[in-house]
């Protein structure tokens, strides 16, 4: 327009801008900048609009403009971090915001942004100090606390992450956001740090808060359904994802949740249809697969080889074919290895408790340790993992290709995965063959199903030698006594009381009882238990969730000859609550066709002795592999029939009872099952054997 001039333009750009017109602002402010090229003002003011624009990279040019005629024009790089930051460019936005601090120390958004940004790369506690800073200036800030409470949480500082959330949430009811979204986050932040807390009626209110902000999000529909799984209470759980499936139908993630919870209730049936729903719904989403391929292992219609069908159809899906890859490892055979471990179990888990000893023991002249962490909260066991390692990588965010890179950039020798098909696990890394010899471990026993990875660690009751690895994708590579090591420390059962007089001294009858997982309990189980209970004035104790599944249990043995009030049920609880509830059980039975694992550890550590009957997959050999390494053969069954003798010879022999409860915490320290030391001299040497093969091909 004839007449205006820079200064005029600008003044309209501003104008424009305020009234949310930014393209009419974007051009005002260009034209002010073709009259006056060194206008920094407006050149300053372009690159806010253009970034409010998302036109991030022209924002980047405007900003860089601005300190090409000021270099310490601190909002214009302050803001250009948050643009390269936008762009994915973290490292270049923390120097920006570093050197907005050391220009002006009490700049407030650049020690907010640098808090964020550090919250977003994994480097929490610096994270922490200057979102405590950030909220020292500016305590009505809500992404201040925002930023504080997500370092806090990440650093497993619950109590404190609370507060922080618990502000961000008074500040949002003090004057609502005009976005629910945010409003519906910070409820959810609080929440979780509730159910961190054990403070579950709090999280649940919250969740549902965050729901009916906002009605089409499911994410507060998971943390909800996941918050009642916690509390035991299986129908509220059940009835939050049959409402998320009904309001997302076509949304995977909700059939793939409502899956896990019929996992939990033992309704493998139900839950295999919703994993197969949820992945017909995301085809190449491999988590609701992977779920299903666990879930078969309980299921007493799956064979070893049936098994090892459905673990063939996920490699096909999921895991790339990378078939003649070479490795440029150094092939000498006595060198220092360098062991890679993937888990997202390094916390407090069954996983982490078991390999702990092992990190503990490693011979550090001769093994370089790597771990490789997908998602594991920073509690007491991730702390000791982390100060056990040589390295160590975050790798939540991580998409498969970066992972096998970094490994590969590592000189990993032996990668280790320690979960299989379990929750988090990155087995589509390993199909990509990272490293020349790999291996999997810890989990559980069983198969990949993957043919890149080379072996499985084994026990020779698990897999008797000679027999064949038909039933697996790796090459079984058999420890000299046990998979497990039932370490008394890393279980936190060094300190427990001794174990008193069998309970039916006192009771005048006999208390079975399996605190195993109520996944394992089927139609077949209670067959075998029921032919126990009937043949002698007893009852039956069960760790179960609160839900209708419990009601579901009482009829059927109820149609097997087993009176309701022969039934009990235990709730969860802590791990001290369970170990106690072994104080009232004389004699544990075993589930099939997956047996009790570290349960059964537990229980016969707390002087209950289980009986097991042999399975014919691996995962049902576990409690054979166990009592013979204790020096108890005789309390492992090869039919149903020796089951029920074993079982009912026990009962009725008190003083052997007796002896038991009273020497198998001793029988278990003197044993293999115990023997950390020893167990990770045979891992060890099963690394030297795998690795001198490599080397031979070489």
Known sequence: ???????????????????????????????????????????????????????????????????????????????????????????????????????????????????????????????????????????????????????????????????????????????????????????????????????????????????????????PRDRLANAYWENGDMDEALAVCRQAVQTHPTEAKAHNNLGNVFVECGRLDDALASFDKAAELDPSNSVAPSNRVFAVMFHPDYDSARILHELKQWERRFAPQTAGVKHPNDPSTQRRLRIGYVS?????????????????????????????SNDSPPDRFNRQFRALADGWRDIATWPDDKLAAQI??????ILVDLSLHLGGSRLAVFARKPAPVQVTFGGYPGTTGLAAMDYRLTDPYL??????????AERSVRLPHSFWCYDP???????APEPGPPPAVAAGRITFG?????????????????????AIPSRILLLAPRGSH????????????????????????????????????????????YNGHTTSLDALWMGVPVVTLIGQTVAGRAGYSQTTNLGLPDLAARTPEQFTA?????????????????????????????????????????????????????
């Not at 990279?57 to 909002?75: C, G, T, Y």
């Not at 009601?551 to 170990?579: C, E, K, M």
């Not at 009912?648 to 198998?664: I, V, Y």
């Open 1 to 219: 327009m004839p007449g205006l001039n820079a200064e005029t333009l600008y003044s309209q750009g501003n104008a424009l801008a305020a009234a949310g017109k930014l393209d009419q602002a974007i051009a005002a402010y260009a034209r002010a900048i073709e009259l006056r090229p060194e206008f920094l003002d407006a050149h300053f003011k372009l690159g806010n609009a253009l970034a409010n624009t998302a036109r991030c990279d022209e924002a980047a040019k405007s900003f860089r403009r601005v300190l090409q005629i000021d270099p310490n024009h601190v909002d214009a790089l302050n803001n250009l971090g948050n643009t390269l930051l936008a762009t994915g460019q973290a490292d270049e936005a923390v120097s920006l915001y570093r050197r907005v601090l050391a220009i002006r120390p009490d700049h407030f958004l650049a020690h907010n942004n640098l808090a964020a940004v550090l919250v977003m790369t994994g480097q929490f506690a610096e994270a922490m100090e200057f979102a405590r800073r950030a909220v020292a200036m500016r305590r009505d800030y809500p992404p201040a606390h925002r930023n504080l409470g997500d370092a806090l949480a990440a650093l497993g500082k619950w109590p404190q992450a609370a507060e922080s959330y618990k502000k961000l949430v008074e500040l949002d009811s003090a004057r609502p956001s005009a976005n629910p979204g945010a409003a519906a986050d910070a409820r959810m932040k609080l929440g979780m740090a509730m159910r961190h807390l054990g403070r579950f009626n709090d999280a649940i209110s919250l969740f549902q808060q965050a729901i009916a902000l906002t009605p089409g999000d499911l994410d």
């Open 344 to 372: 997202a179990d390094f916390r407090d888990h069954v996983v982490g408790r078991n390999v702990l000893p092992l990190f503990q023991r490693h011979d550090r002249a001769k093994f370089q340790l790597f771990c490789y």
């Open 408 to 413: 590969r950039a590592d000189k990993i020798d």
């Open 463 to 472: 897999d008797p030698p000679g027999a064949p690895d038909d039933a697996y």
């Open 489 to 495: 420390a890393a279980m936190e059962v060094a300190d």
């Open 514 to 534: 399996c605190l195993n997982n109520f996944r394992k309990i089927n139609d077949r189980v209670l067959q075998l238990w029921a032919g126990v209970l009937q």
């Open 550 to 593: 419990r009601a579901a249990l009482v009829d059927r043995l109820r149609q097997l000859g087993v009176h309701p009030d022969r039934i009990g049920f235990i709730d969860r609880g802590s791990r001290a609550q369970y170990l106690d509830s072994y104080r009232l059980i004389d004699i544990a039975l075993d589930t099939v066709p």
């Open 646 to 698: 074993i079982a009912l010879a026990l009962a009725n022999d008190l003083p052997r009872l007796a002896e038991l409860r009273g020497s198998l915490r001793r029988r278990m320290r003197s044993s293999p099952l115990c023997d950390a030391a020893g167990w990770t001299a045979a891992i060890e040497a099963a690394y030297r054997q795998m690795w001198q093969h490599w080397c031979d091909q070489q």
